[in-house]
C-alpha cells in the first residue's frame, strides 16, 4: 500500500485528516520539525521515500499573525520557499498527486460579490502574498502527464475542537450575553474540516480531477447574525440580538485598539464582514454533494466546545 505523506499533519486539519484516513484504512507518513514516532522530519524526506508515497498533501504553512509580531521575511520562508522545496521533490520523484493547502486570502482580503477562481489575485497582507507567491511557483511548472496538482483555497476551516473565530461568538451566547452587532448585514463562507477532508478524499481517489486551483467553501454563506442564532440552537441557550448603532460599535471597536476588549477593529471586521465563496467549482470537478451542510457543519462545532 502506497503512503499518503502530509506535512503539518499535527495541526488541526492535519490530525483530522490523518484520522480520516486510518479509518480509511489508507497508511499516513507525517513530516514535521519535531518527528514523532513514525514521522520523519523535513531534512529526511529523500528520493525513496517520496518513491514509495502516491500522495503529498502540503498543510504546513505560517497563519496569519493576529498579534502582528511576525516578519514579513518569516511567512516567505515558510509559506514560499518550503513550497518550493518540497513541490521540486514531488516532480523529481515517482509520487502521483501534489496537493497545497493555499487560501482564499491569497486572492483577496475582502470581497465584493462571491469569489470564484476567475478572480484576478491582490492580496494585501504579507500572509496572502506569501501564499500566492507559492502558488504562481507551482502553476509555474510543467506537470508531467502521469501526475497531478491541485491547489486547495479554503475559506474559514472550523471543526470539533477548533474554535478559531468562532470562540468570541460562542462566549456571547453561552454567556447569556446579547450579540451587539445586529445592525450589521453580512454573509460568510466557511468549510466544515469533515467537507475539506471528503473532497481531499475525493480529489485522490478519482484520477479523472484535472489538476486545477479549487476554492474551497460549504455549499451555503450563513450571516453572522445566523451563526449566532445557531449556535444558540447547539447549546440550548436563547439569544438576543442587539441592533447597537454602527457609529458606537466602531467607538468601542477603536478603544479595543489600544487596550484589552473583547472587541478591536480586525475582529469587528471578521465578524460584520461580507465573505462570499464559491464552491462550484470543486462541486462540478468531484461530481458529489458534501457531506455536511454549513449550518450541520456549524453545529457539530459549536457542540464539540462543550
Same mark, same amino acid.
Not at 160 to 189: D, M, T
Given at each position: ?26 497508511? *499516513?507518513?507525517?513530516?514535521? /520539525?519535531?518527528?514523532? !514516532? ?24 505560517? &497563519? ?6 511576525? !516578519? ?35 486572492? &483577496? #482580503?475582502?470581497?465584493? %460579490? ?11 497582507? *504579507? ?15 510543467? @506537470? ?43 454573509? /460568510? ?15 485522490? !481517489?478519482?484520477?479523472? @480531477? ?5 476554492? @474551497? &467553501? #460549504? ?8 451563526? *449566532?442564532? +445557531?449556535? %444558540?440552537?447547539? =447549546? +440550548? ?11 458606537? *460599535?466602531?467607538?468601542? +471597536?477603536?478603544?479595543?485598539?489600544? =487596550? ?5 477593529? !480586525? /475582529? ?28 450541520? %457543519? ?7 466546545? /462543550?
Amino acid at each position: 500500500m502506497k503512503k499518503i505523506i502530509i506535512t503539518g499533519n499535527k495541526g488541526f486539519v492535519g490530525t483530522n485528516l490523518s484520522e480520516f484516513f486510518k479509518a480509511r484504512d489508507k497508511q *499516513v507518513l507525517g513530516i514535521s /520539525r519535531k518527528p514523532k !514516532e513514525n514521522e520523519i522530519n523535513y531534512n529526511n524526506l529523500n528520493r525513496s521515500v517520496l518513491n514509495s508515497s502516491k500522495v503529498f498533501i502540503h498543510l504546513a504553512g505560517k &497563519a496569519h499573525d493576529l498579534k502582528k509580531t511576525s !516578519e514579513d521575511s518569516e511567512y516567505f520562508e515558510v509559506n514560499f520557499e518550503l513550497t518550493k522545496t518540497l513541490f521540486d521533490q514531488f516532480l523529481e520523484s515517482n509520487c502521483e498527486v501534489f496537493m497545497y493547502m493555499s487560501s482564499v486570502k491569497a486572492v &483577496a #482580503d475582502q470581497v465584493e %460579490g462571491v469569489l470564484t477562481e476567475d478572480v484576478a489575485p491582490n492580496p494585501i497582507t *504579507v500572509y496572502g502574498k506569501s501564499k500566492l507567491a507559492a502558488e504562481n511557483y507551482i502553476l509555474s511548472k510543467e @506537470i508531467p502527464k502521469n501526475k497531478r496538482v491541485y491547489i486547495l483555497r479554503p475559506c474559514m476551516i472550523h471543526g470539533p475542537n477548533n474554535k478559531g473565530n468562532l470562540n468570541l461568538l460562542y462566549s456571547f451566547v453561552s454567556k447569556g450575553i446579547p450579540y451587539p452587532f445586529g445592525a450589521y448585514k453580512n454573509k /460568510r463562507s466557511f468549510v466544515s474540516v469533515e467537507n475539506l477532508c471528503f473532497i481531499i478524499n475525493v480529489l485522490i !481517489e478519482n484520477d479523472q @480531477i484535472k489538476s486545477s486551483v479549487y476554492n @474551497i &467553501a #460549504d455549499n451555503e454563506s450563513l450571516s453572522t447574525n445566523e451563526l *449566532v442564532n +445557531a449556535i %444558540g440552537l447547539a =447549546i +440550548a441557550k436563547p439569544t438576543k440580538i442587539l441592533n447597537t448603532p454602527k457609529s458606537i *460599535v466602531h467607538f468601542f +471597536a477603536k478603544i479595543g485598539d489600544v =487596550i484589552p476588549l473583547p472587541i478591536n477593529s !480586525e /475582529r469587528l471586521q471578521k465578524l460584520t464582514e461580507n465573505y462570499v465563496v464559491s464552491n462550484e467549482k470543486i462541486k462540478d470537478a468531484i461530481g458529489k454533494e458534501l457531506p455536511l451542510s454549513a449550518i450541520e %457543519g456549524i453545529t457539530k462545532t459549536i457542540k464539540s466546545f /462543550r
